[in-house]
């Protein structure tokens, strides 16, 4: 779902909670990246390969193009409190993950 701002240049932005969702699924597919080992890379470093894929992944599950993420995020970085209650949202995702997480050992 696109937010319809008063604002004429935020017309086509991914709304905050749908953001927040996707960057949450973004930080963690970076994470997990630095965890996948082969031939080609290191313990640590990020694979670039797998994590195409993971984008890929991650924005056809909410159904947005990569033109469309990116115009947002750029959005979102000319608009640093927008982009701040966003990351509040995402840390609170992670928060809630890490409870449930807790829960089950």
């Known amino acids: 779902m696109l937010v319809a701002c008063n604002q004429s240049d935020s017309k086509d932005i991914i709304e905050k909670d749908k953001m927040a969702a996707i960057l949450t699924d973004i930080h963690l597919a ?10 080609l890379h290191q313990s640590g470093e990020r694979n670039l390969d ?8 991650i924005l056809g599950h909410y159904n947005i193009s990569l033109k469309a993420f990116n115009t947002s995020f750029e959005w979102y970085k000319k608009h640093p409190s927008e982009l701040d209650s966003i990351y509040q ?15 089950l050992h």
């Open 30 to 39: 970076e994470s997990y990246s630095t965890l996948l080992k082969d031939s």
């Open 50 to 57: 797998s994590l195409n894929v993971l984008y890929q992944s």
């Open 89 to 103: 949202k995402v840390i609170t995702n992670y928060s809630i993950m890490e409870d449930s997480l807790s829960k």
